[in-house]
């Protein structure tokens, strides 16, 4: 048997972590709520014949990094540009993590405990592009740039683990 790449590795470890368990039962305690009002929504639904948020995710990156790529290739004048598109980033993710939240309600054991940290990643990079979003707003272009890049990373390496749940594990089918 070959032996695994670190990304495999990482997952793998993720998935059998007590820690990473006590973070999925926290989030949802903190989440559970609210969860429950999404589930019902049409944020959770089957008229796609499948998970919502792997498509919602798609507008939220792409905003994300349609930002960054203005903030270093756009120069001064790709400003204006840039900050609307942290800001529909922004605003987009709060439908996209309200339907995953929905869709980690329903995971359980490794499956679950990599969404909790999948969704751990994608909070800190929503809270990463809010700052840069009010750093832009505040006139200060080039902190909004690197807490932009920085939200990327984030996003970057939370998206590696949505999709390996949703690609590798089948999470965003509705069988």
């Given at each position: 048997m070959a032996s695994r790449s670190l990304p495999q590795r990482v997952v793998r470890a993720i998935g059998e972590s007590s820690l990473v368990e006590r973070l999925a039962h926290a989030q949802e305690v903190v989440y559970?709520?609210?969860?429950?009002?999404?589930?019902?929504?049409?944020?959770?639904?089957?008229?796609?014949?499948?998970?919502?948020?792997?498509?919602?995710?798609?507008?939220?990156?792409?905003?994300?990094?349609g930002a960054s790529v203005l903030?270093?290739?756009?120069?001064?004048?790709?400003?204006?540009?840039?900050?609307?598109?942290?800001?529909?980033?922004?605003l987009a993710a709060v439908p996209t993590a309200l339907a995953g939240a929905a869709d980690?309600?329903?995971?359980?054991?490794?499956e679950r405990r990599i969404g909790a940290v999948h969704s751990l990643g994608a909070d800190a990079a929503i809270f990463l592009f809010t700052g840069s979003l009010v750093a832009r707003l505040r006139g200060n272009h080039a902190r909004?740039?690197?807490?932009a890049l920085a939200g990327n990373v984030v996003m970057s390496a939370a998206g590696f683990l949505g999709g390996h749940l949703a690609l590798h594990r089948?999470?965003?089918?509705?069988?």
């Open positions: 559970g709520p609210l969860i429950e009002r999404v589930r019902q929504s049409f944020l959770h639904s089957d008229v796609l014949g499948h998970s919502l948020h792997p498509s919602l995710t798609d507008v939220t990156t792409g905003c994300w990094l903030d270093v290739a756009g120069g001064s004048q790709s400003r204006r540009g840039a900050t609307l598109l942290a800001g529909c980033g922004v980690l309600s329903e995971l359980s054991g490794e909004g740039t690197q807490l089948g999470t965003a089918r509705r069988d």
